[in-house]
């Protein structure tokens, strides 16, 4: 017995030294954040002041070695999440996790985002490439001293390559479809018409085009490219959190006639895809000739907010249609040609060699394209009838790094709106403020003139009838300068008003966040009353949801038929619409909201179509339906008697409040919203794997809907947590032009991407509470760990 016992106890030691071992190696990937190193291609010495919330404030004497030195801070903090972005905008995801991801993969290089990036290079300007050279030599220099790597590729068994100046292109090739297009749209609009017909249809899709009847009968697309091509779309956004119908932001200027200070401020929340860590990365960067603070991508090394020593600026995205599908002829006697203008053309093919783990032998894939662009319905097998896609960021001579780079430096307005002159791709909501008192707005970017329709449905691509003529003129593109009443808002919202004499988009979001904003800002600065900095933070709080205003009413007006509905109506008898995490009515008006789509549709929408129609449409449709009480969408055809859209109110309330006791019990007054609404945080790409979910992924309780200022809307298809947020206000920033050391800013999880460092995960908590963290800007305002660079 004895031995058996010092057997056990030998064992557990062992075991214990084996763990101890382990955890002081992963320990050891760690950042060294204080100290002195030499590395090679520096200019000279510079400084990288961490402070206690892990932010880096760069010191550096020239701009060369300012770039280098956040190229190496982003590899210390995030080259785990740099690497699997790469591999995202190459498609090479299969490399790592086999079989899975292997048609995201096929589709990403049809698309051709790597080699997009690949030819844009040589567009960009002599400053633009030498930024992103040093840039990527700084990531280069972390790698290269051979440090223990995060856990991640440990786990998976992968290896970083060096890095190039085209893995940092390509994330912007990425972010450009995150934010921008609509090429789902056009393939919905062909389901819905299907389904439907194109009458039907046009009642639920805004500005359905006229000769949408004719283009469809001629050129119906397989539904199996639809849905392939559908499904790798909610792949993507699933996954990899990238796209999606509540991708969007908010932002706002004041001038300072508004404003306690006499100066501007500006306000700036970009809502984006959760995910931890954090698609952002806070850094000060200084240089001889730059000097910024705001939010980079990790992968990238420019802001895309903040400001320097003279202005400021913050984006929005503007949604614009800027992809187009077009279906092509091929031949039959040559499936790589196709038809132009009656004459036979060669396709251009790419083999794109895609390696799977655990196969000896790579895939050869061929991506083809025509003269509009890859042919994406490749994807889905054999299309009788291929479909190609035209999209902006595609273009060889994007110079959208250019755009950046300058704007970093821009002084004024004049170097603004020169600087966004060379922005192609994602368009934006740019606001501006400067320390001379002005403010303004533009939306940059290519958005095509077509010469015929507006491309919202797919379109004959073997003729020039639907060609791109060319592009709104910069100088005509949206546009503000110190506009009389003081201030400027967007929030997705659209952007002009039917005079405006360009197409740029048919889908807009809801216009309720705008109108709460502007509400806002009216009322603080009504009478004597001025803004403040506290007064921007209110107004990012605020979790009033102005949809509920809308519908609301209509739910009042509901005749209980039991105990349990009325008990339920009574939390919304004198409810304002604040949906904070400890309301009742939120949850109760959430699952009745939820409920009422699928109670109006089922009879229409079969299978996953209703789905597909929710997740890319904002719900305004069914705001025109339930406010005319004998709409026929309302009567389910496959049940008699006929009902009414009262009826079908009182239905969903009640598969509402079946749901909600199936989540909470029965017991109401336990029904807080934040049980049920919890942001979520998933790791790629260990939630998805229930082993490493616990240790990677993190989740908090919150308020909020898709309408409110602080947006936190619910994921109504996800059916096992309906109720879960998967999109956030991705970081937030107020700028104060009088004094830029009281300005604020945030993101959402932690500046580190190693689940063992205190740095993971300790913004959650004051992210979902809004609160700050100080925008320290200046070596003399500056305080913390130090790591000296100096040249090798």
Aim: charged share 20%.
């Amino acid at each position: 017995m004895r031995t058996i016992i010092r057997i056990l106890i030998g064992l557990i030691l062992v075991l214990a030294l084996v763990l101890i071992g382990a955890f002081a190696c992963i320990r050891n990937s760690l950042p060294k954040t204080s100290g002195r190193v030499k590395l090679a291609g520096l200019d000279g010495q510079l400084e990288i002041v961490r402070d206690k919330d892990g932010v880096p404030h760069i010191f550096a004497a020239t701009d060369h070695d300012a770039f280098f030195a956040i190229g190496y801070v982003h590899a210390q903090d995030r080259m785990w999440q740099m690497e699997f972005q790469r591999r995202i905008g190459a498609g090479r995801l299969s490399e790592i996790l086999g079989e899975a991801t292997l048609d995201t993969d096929k589709f990403l290089r049809t698309l051709g985002t790597y080699r997009a990036a690949e030819t844009a290079w040589p567009a960009l300007s002599q400053e633009s490439q030498s930024a992103l050279t040093a840039y990527a030599a700084g990531v280069n220099a972390w790698l290269e001293e051979g440090h223990v790597l995060p856990v991640e590729f440990l786990i998976l068994g992968v290896k970083p390559e060096p890095w190039t100046v085209y893995d940092s292109l390509v994330w912007s090739k990425m972010m450009s479809w995150d934010l921008g297009g609509n090429y789902d749209m056009e393939l919905l609009r062909v389901k819905l018409a299907q389904a439907l017909g194109p009458e039907r249809a046009a009642q639920l899709l805004p500005a359905y085009p006229e000769d949408g009847t004719t283009i469809l009968s001629q050129n119906e697309l397989a539904p199996q490219t639809s849905d392939t091509l559908l499904d790798i779309d909610t792949q993507l956004q699933t996954l990899f959190h990238l796209r999606g119908l509540d991708v969007g932001s908010n932002n706002w200027v004041v001038s300072g006639k508004l404003t306690e200070s006499g100066l501007p401020l500006l306000a700036n929340d970009p809502h984006l895809g959760a995910r931890i860590p954090s698609i952002w990365y806070l850094a000060e960067i200084q240089g001889e000739n730059i000097h910024v603070i705001g939010i980079t991508f990790p992968g990238l090394p420019i802001l895309a907010a903040g400001h320097n020593e003279d202005i400021a600026w913050g984006v929005t995205n503007v949604g614009p249609d800027v992809q187009d599908l077009y279906v092509e002829q091929v031949n039959p006697k040559n499936l790589n040609q196709y038809k132009v203008n009656d004459k036979w053309v060669d396709m251009t093919i790419v083999e794109e060699p895609i390696y799977v783990k655990g196969e000896d032998e790579p895939i050869l894939w061929a991506a083809r394209s025509t003269r509009h662009g890859p042919l994406i319905s490749d994807v889905s097998g054999s299309a009788p009838m291929p479909v190609a896609m035209r999209w902006t960021a595609l273009a060889p001579d994007d110079t959208t790094m250019d755009g950046f780079f300058k704007l970093n430096y821009a002084a004024n307005w004049e170097e603004f709106t020169q600087a966004l002159s060379y922005y192609v791709a994602p368009s934006q909501n740019f606001v501006y403020a400067d320390t001379k008192g002005n403010i303004g707005y533009y939306a940059p970017g290519r958005i095509p003139i077509r010469s015929k329709g507006q491309g919202l449905a797919p379109v004959p691509g073997w003729n020039d009838d639907y060609k791109w003529e060319s592009w709104i003129p910069f100088d005509e593109l949206p546009h503000a300068y110190n506009p009389e009443k003081g201030y400027i808002a967007t929030a997705n919202n659209k952007v002009i008003s039917d005079e405006y004499p360009y197409f740029i988009s048919a889908q807009w979001a809801s216009p309720q966040r705008a109108q709460r904003i502007s509400e806002m800002i009216e009322e603080m600065s009504s009478g004597s009353e001025k803004i403040s900095v506290d007064d921007m933070a209110v107004i990012q709080a605020d979790q009033h949801s102005a949809q509920i205003r809308e519908l609301l009413p209509l739910l009042l007006q509901i005749t209980p038929v039991d105990d349990r509905q009325k008990e339920a109506l009574s939390y919304l008898q004198n409810w304002d619409g604040d949906t904070g995490k400890d309301s009742i009515a939120t949850s109760i008006y959430q699952a009745w909201f939820r409920q009422l789509g699928p109670a109006v549709f089922e009879d229409d929408l079969r299978g996953d179509l209703y789905d597909d129609l929710a997740e890319r449409v904002h719900e305004t449709f069914l705001i025109n339906i339930m406010t005319n009480e004998n709409n026929v969408w309302c009567d389910n055809f496959l049940t008699t008697p006929s009902e009414n859209c009262a009826d079908i109110a009182q239905t969903a309330l009640d598969r509402g409040l079946d749901d909600l006791e199936d989540r909470m019990g029965k017991n109401m007054s336990r029904w807080q919203w934040g049980n049920i609404h919890l942001t979520q945080y998933p790791h790629a790409p260990f939630s998805e794997v229930d082993a490493l979910k616990r240790f990677f992924h993190r989740e908090i309780a919150n308020g909020g809907d898709k309408y409110t200022v602080n947006v936190a809307p619910p994921k109504y298809s996800n059916q096992e947590n309906p109720y879960y947020q998967f999109h956030v206000p991705s970081y937030r920033q107020i700028v104060d032009l009088s004094a830029w050391n009281s300005s604020r800013f945030i993101h959402t999880t932690g500046q580190s991407g190693n689940v063992i460092s205190p740095h993971y995960d300790d913004f959650i908590e004051r992210h979902q509470a809004v609160e700050y963290l100080p925008m320290s800007f200046g070596r003399d305002h500056v305080t913390g760990d130090v790591l000296v660079m100096q040249p090798k």
